[in-house]
C-alpha cells in the first residue's frame, strides 16, 4: 500500500486522475481517496496538519514492509538554479523551529533532482531571507515536509517514507492559483508515477517465508490443538526454521493432528509431535 | 537482477553525509576526491544519520551510504570476553571506520548497529595520539580491522597503512589487522613489522559462497596470505566462525588439507578457531530479520555470560583442533 499526504486539493487532483482514485465514503475528518493499493489525504497547510493526517492515515493499519507514504506538495527555492515546475526528492528535513533534522533514506534510483528542505510555520518571504530575519539552513522551504517526516517515522522505515517537492516559486510568491498549482503537479506526475511503482515494487520484494496456504495451514494446527500463545509463537518459528534449513514446504502433519483434542493436555502432546518432526531433520 | 524486479537501487555510496566538522579534514577531503558523483549532505551529527529508529539494516545493504565524522573519546576500547587475546596481556581495540563492506550472513555487525550504512571517522591522528599516550605507561594488543575490515577499505581510505605505519614507529605496541580482503598488493610496498600481525579469516569455499555474500572467495584469500608469508609478514590464520552445515566435519577436513597445501605452515604466526557464537541479544535481533539464511536456525544454547552457540560446540572446536595440529604446533593455535 502507497499512503499519499497533500496539503492542498489542487495539489491532490493530478495523482487522484492518474491512478483513478475515488473519494472514500466518510470526510469527517479528512477527505481521503483510495484505488489501485493507494490512499491519498488531504491534510491541509501546515506541518502539524501533515502530521495528524499521516498518522491519521499510518495509525491502526497493518504497516509492513509493503508500505510506503509520500508527501507531494510544493516548495519554495532559497536560490534561482533549478527553473519552477522542477521537482525535488527530499534528501534531508531540517525543522526551522525546533532545528532538528531527518534523513530519509535515498536507496532507488529517480528522476528528480535531490535537495534539503526545511519546514516553517509561516510562508518565507523573500525580504525577510534578504534582510536577515530568516536565516535558511536549506536548499527549500515549505510547511509540511518535518511534521509529516515526524509522525510517518514512528510507524515506518527511512527508506518508506519519501518527501516530494514541486519548485513552485523563488519565496517571491504572492498568492497561488488553484489552476498553476494543479499545472505544476499535472506536469510532474508522470515521473511521480514512475517512481512509486519502484517503491511499491522495491517494497515487495520481500519473499515471506510462509505462502498463504502455509500460514492457514498453521492457524488451523493452532486453533484444532488448542495451543495456547506461547506454543502458536513456538510453532511458527519452529515451522519457520524447518523451513530455512531444509529449503523444504512445511511436512504433512495430519497423522498427529488427526485426533480429536478435547483437552489440553492431548493438543500438548500433538504439539510436542509436530516439534519432533520439525526438529528432526 | 534488481532491476528485472522492477526497481533500480542506487550505487553503494550514492550519498555521502558530512558532519560539519569533518568538512575540512584532510581525509575528508580524499574520499570525496574518490566519490565526485556521489550526493552530498551536511550534517550535524554521525549519529543523527546512523542511529535513526526503525532502519532496515537489510534494505540499507542494498545501497549503503557513507558518513564521515569525527571520532570524540574514546577512541579505542578493553577487548571484550568473547575474542580471543591470544595470550596477551592489555587486549584493546579500535574502530576508526564502522561496518564491513561484506555481507556475511553471521556477522554481528547487523545486529550491533541498527544501520548498514558506513561510518568513517575523519580524525585518525586522534587515534594515534590516544594510543601514542597510552603507550607512554604500558605495552598494548590493539586490533584495529574491529568492527569493519580496513584492508578492504584501503582504496577508498588507507588506515591499514596508516595503522601499519604507526605500529611500525612503536615498540610496546602490536597490532593486529583481520581482513577477508585480497586486497593486500595495496600494503604490499610497506616494509614488514615486527609489531603488525596479518590476520586473515578462512572459511571453506562452501561456506565463502554460501554465507559470506561480496567477500573474496577462499582460493583468492589464500593467495593472497601467501603473498603475504612469503613478503615475510607475522600470518595470522583466523579459522571462524566455523559454521554447522550438513557434511561440516567433511568440509572443513578438506578446506584445513587446502589452505596447507596453498600455504608453508612454517610460515605462520599463530591461528585460531573459533566456532559461530554470538551475543545473545544481537543473535535474537538478527535472527528476527533474517530469514533469507540458516545461519541461525540450528539449535543452540546461550551460556551463562550470555552468549549463543551450537549446542555442538565443543565437539566442533575439538575436531578442528585435532586437524589443525597436524599442520601447526600446539602452542600456535589459540581458542
Redesign the interface.
Known sequence: MIYIVTALPWEARPIIDRYNLKREGDPRYFPVFSGNDMRLIVSGVGKIASSIAATYLLAGEETG?DTAIVNIGLCGAVNQEHPIGTSVLV??IVDHETGN?Y?P?????HPFI?G?IETHSRVVRRENVDGGQTRILADYVDMEASGFYQAA?RF????QIYVIKIISDYLDVKDFHKDRVTGWIARAVDDIYGFL??????CK?NEP?FSEAEQCYLENIKERLRLTVTQGHQLVDLA???K??TGKPLPDFSDVIGIEVKVKAEGRKAFEGIKRIL?AE | MRESKGYSLQSKFSHIYIEQKALSYPVTRHILEHFPRSVKVVIQHYKDVFNRPHQNFRRQKDSPKLILAVKEEPFFYQGPEICEDFGNKNFYYTSCILNCLYDCHYCYLQGLYTSANIVIFVNIEDFFKAVGKLLEHESLYLCVSYDTDLLAFEGIVPYASRWIDFASSKQNLSIELRTRSVNYEAIRGLKPAEQVILAWSLSPQEVAQRYESLAPSLEARLLAVKAAVEDGWKVRLCFEPILKMQGWQEIYSEFLNNVFATIPAEGIFDANIGVFRMNREQFKRISRFRMDTDVFVYPMMCSEEGIMSYVEEKEMKDFIRQKLVRYLPEHKIYG
Open positions: 514492509q534528501n534531508k533534522e534523513y533514506d535515498i536507496l532507488l534510483k535531490e534539503s517515522v515506518l522505515s527511512p527508506h511503482e519502484q517503491v511499491r515494487m522495491f520484494s517465508v519457520r526454521k524447518y530455512i534449513r526438529t
